[in-house]
């Protein structure tokens, strides 16, 4: 292992061993499972803030917020509050309730590409959801994906895969069958015209191009100045349908997502993560033309027990609330832009290779000297130079993705004395693997 010997977790590991007899490597999901840094996890206590406590008691910055829902900060007095109060009066119906029609009109009026909205209970379920939409409604059965983009664990999406898929070396999982890959094409992220050409090649067949706006999943990778623009126009001119999966990016990057941000509207949304306030709730969403098409209305299925939890809509709904709050995302983006300058001064002094690649409130300090566009680059980063670099900074208290190829998440519970001290033990990592 990786992991420093004077930083000892003796619960988390005595927990580790245990859970690992009843659970797969001990994890209920890979990402969380430290593969690619060696050692184990620290298990969890509790949370506040913008703060994460062990059961070694251990206090660390948090940069990973759940992956992502955590904007707010963690335990949120509003969020809590809204959570306590549904759960007082009833914890699941499987009937429709007025808080989802509350949640869903929040959605609408957020995405001008949104006339209509379904929520579930996962990000894999709304990629594979708006997935199956754009298949049903153009009666076309191929879809395009981007290597290193990872769209949760649906058969024809988990190649190249990228998040914990491509950490633990298993973009293409066993279990997928033939069948489900082939309808799955291939291309580079930020390549435009390999879209152009596999559109070309496949005319009348292809039923949607997948992408996550800004890819999280293979650490930050920012889509390249008309790249988005290209899409629009490349699906628009061949009757393919343009899915955003914002599951990571929707109401993080701009309370409108990365649509807002970058001004391009797509045909289809999935949202997830932030929606559910830290509960697990999702969501796919389109026109209303779109969206008639779905059960009951239209013959499109999908469904859910848990749809619509009454305490997963509230934990949103009241997230989605403090959003609004005045200048939320300007504090926001003011304080990961400090956090990025500083990490980037930091491996510029410790000379080693390194690129800050920061999009809002997600950001990545790759190991590699040139700017990543793809997965091919993002491959070539040093992760044993990251591996080093993870445990320097977890020992200092600062807890980042384990892996080089996720984003860290930036919440408003950050203050900036917390950005200051992890740049500080940003810099003491550095010099510590540099040295
Ligand atoms: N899409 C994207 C862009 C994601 O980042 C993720 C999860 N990190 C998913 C889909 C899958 O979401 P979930 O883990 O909630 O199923």
Known sequence: ALSRPDFQLPRSHEAFVKASRVIPGGVNSPARAFGAVGGEPPFMARAEGAYLYDIDDHKYIDYIGSWGPMIVGHAHPEVRKAVVEALELGSSFGAPT??????????????????????????????????????????RDKIVKMAGCYHGHIDALLIQAGSAATTLGTPNSPGVTKGAAADTLLCPFNDAQAVAAILEANKGQVAAVLLEPVAGNMGLVPPKPGYLESLRELTEKHGTLLIFDEVMTGFRLSYGGAQERFGITPDLTALGKIIGGGLPAAAYGASSRIMDQVSPVGPIYQAGTLSGNPLAMAAGLSTLKLLREPSFYDRLEARSARLAEGLEKAAHDARVPHIVQRVGSMLTLFFHDGPVHDYEDAKRSDVALFGRFFWEMLARGVYLPCSQFEAAFVSAAHTEADVDHTIAAARESLAAIAG
Do not use: C, D, L, Y
């Open 98 to 139: 007025v808080r989802e029609i509350e949640i869903a009109e929040a959605v609408v009026a957020a995405s001008p590409s949104i006339e209509k909205v379904r929520f579930v209970s996962s990000g894999t379920e709304a990629a594979m959801s708006a997935v199956r939409v754009a298949r049903g409604v153009t009666g």
